[in-house]
């Protein structure tokens, strides 16, 4: 009776290997806001300046922010950015674009009501591009009331979300986002498996 120690080892570190790279593709949400914003970003710091300077932007302020770069494989990526009085249905139209590697890709407008924040969601997933620039810092523009007819948007706060992600966040600028639960049960149901085919490996070494 003989043990194949080194399949075992092998098999073993094949599973630590498949762990580690789930966890690579963790849940995470990277969040834009005030307190990290650089010298040209504006997104407001609270509720109550969001009709001040230099948060509430017109015609001729558009900005651009970039998110952090976030590592690994993604099954989802989601952009979310929240602005408030955005009168999209009396014709404001604050277009989103995002840079793809090459050039700036319109994603569309940002939706909302007069005088409400909300939150408008761009599903990224399935652009050949989006893993690539995800990983190395999503670009972000806004090209404020493009019809040039007088509006004004302020932004709370922009999103990016990767397989679900790790945090919930309300469209109000100044309320924390909240930690939620990030297990992963299908890496444990992997390595479940895994582990029952080296036992079952083993019984098999045992009975030759």
């Known amino acids: 009776m003989t043990y194949n120690f080194g ?12 762990m580690s790279s789930s966890a690579m593709a963790a849940p995470i949400t990277d969040v834009k806001e005030y307190n990290n914003n650089s010298a040209t970003e504006y997104f407001v710091d609270s509720d109550g300046n969001k009709y001040n300077q230099p948060f ?11 998110h952090n770069p976030l590592a690994g494989l993604f099954t989802n990526i989601k952009l979310s950015i929240s602005a408030f009085d ?3 249905d009396s014709g404001e139209l604050d ?8 050039s700036w890709l319109s994603l569309g407008y940002l939706a909302g009501a007069s005088d409400i924040w909300a939150f408008t969601d761009f599903d990224l997933t399935g652009f050949s ?10 670009k ?3 090209n404020i009331d493009q019809n040039n007819a007088g509006w004004l ?3 709370g706060k922009s999103t990016l979300t990767v397989n679900g992600g790790d945090l919930a966040c309300v469209p109000t600028p ?5 930690s939620i639960d990030v297990s992963e049960p299908g890496a444990f149901a992997l390595f479940g498996l895994a582990f029952a085919g080296l036992m079952l490996r083993r019984r098999k070494a045992n009975k030759a």
């Open 95 to 102: 277009a989103i674009s995002v840079f793809d590697g090459t």
């Open 86 to 88: 955005v009168d999209y």
């Open 129 to 138: 591009w989006a893993q690539s620039q995800v990983n190395a810092g999503l």
């Open 153 to 155: 948007v302020t932004l």
């Open 140 to 142: 972000v523009r806004m």
């Open 7 to 18: 399949k075992l080892f092998a098999g073993f570190a094949a599973v630590i290997a498949l």
């Open 56 to 66: 509430y932007r017109n015609q001729n302020q558009d900005w651009e922010w970039i």
């Open 174 to 178: 100044g309320v924390p986002c909240t």
